[in-house]
């Protein structure tokens, strides 16, 4: 059997710097991250031996830390007012991304956001926009209104191929209507997905590491799974089945 490691895999640049910023952090003061930082329970660890707290309800300490995947205007400038010192890691490109939204929707666009709902990003870039449409599924453009023009951007860390899909189904529901799009999945993601289709041509088996909650980590499970291959997914080593691999002749490792 042969292991093959893919190209591109783990964390982006703006997770390693949200996590260094908060473990600095941690070392001088106490300090209380509004959620998970990153959507993986051994990261989760690693901060709660710091001394890191996670609570996006009610903090306990003065200094607090919004996440990667950011937040709206109107959370800050709440939690500011309440007294908390606000020390904000959002990626730049999910930065990028809620600019987007705020420019198309002051150009008269009605806000779409594909991805998925209730997750961190997306509240995020519709907290400001709360009248906008969350589109995960092609069943989910029924709700969008008719007769307005849209502007349409996605979370940072959905899969390109099924937003140009459903950008597409979009602009066929009524071609007399304006859609612009802003491509605001980000490149780290565009990268682990087109390397995992190498690995997955490659290899009959695959295993994806990252958390059980984390959107890129499914993201890569259900693609592989849809490119043929076997795709587990695991948290850690501990996860993992002899049995799995009774047949594999080549096995693919990535990471979300």
Not at 159 to 181: G, H, M, S, W, Y
Not at 237 to 242: E, I, N, Q, S, W
């Amino acid at each position: 059997m042969t292991i093959h490691l893919a190209d591109h895999y783990g964390m982006c640049f703006g997770v390693r710097d949200a996590l260094a910023a908060t473990k600095k952090l941690a070392t001088a003061k106490p300090i209380t991250i509004l959620g998970q930082l990153v959507h993986n329970p051994e990261v989760d660890r690693q901060l709660a031996h710091a001394g890191v707290l996670i609570n996006d309800a009610t903090p306990t300490t003065k200094d607090i830390v919004i996440t990667a995947h950011g937040t709206s205007d109107q959370a800050r400038t709440t939690w500011k007012e309440r007294g908390f010192s606000v020390h904000d890691t959002t990626c730049p490109l999910v930065r990028k991304a809620h600019k987007a939204l705020a420019i198309l929707v002051t150009a008269g666009h009605h806000p779409v956001v594909i991805g998925q709902p209730g997750h961190i990003e997306v509240r995020g870039l519709t907290g400001d926009f709360p009248h906008a449409t969350i589109v995960e599924k092609s069943e989910d453009i029924a709700k969008i209104p008719e007769g307005i023009p849209l502007g349409i951007v996605s979370q940072t860390t959905q899969p390109i191929a099924k937003v140009a899909r459903l950008v597409e189904q979009i602009e066929l529901r009524d071609p007399t209507i304006p859609v612009t799009f802003r491509d605001t999945v980000c490149q780290p993601t565009k990268d682990r997905q087109s390397s995992l289709e190498k690995l997955c041509r490659a290899c009959d088996t695959v295993v994806v590491v990252g958390g059980n909650n984390s959107n890129n980590t499914h993201q890569l499970t259900k693609t592989a799974r849809q490119l043929g291959a076997l795709a587990y997914q695991v948290e850690t080593a501990a996860d993992l089945k002899a049995e799995w691999f009774h047949t594999s002749q080549a096995v693919g490792v990535t990471a979300g």
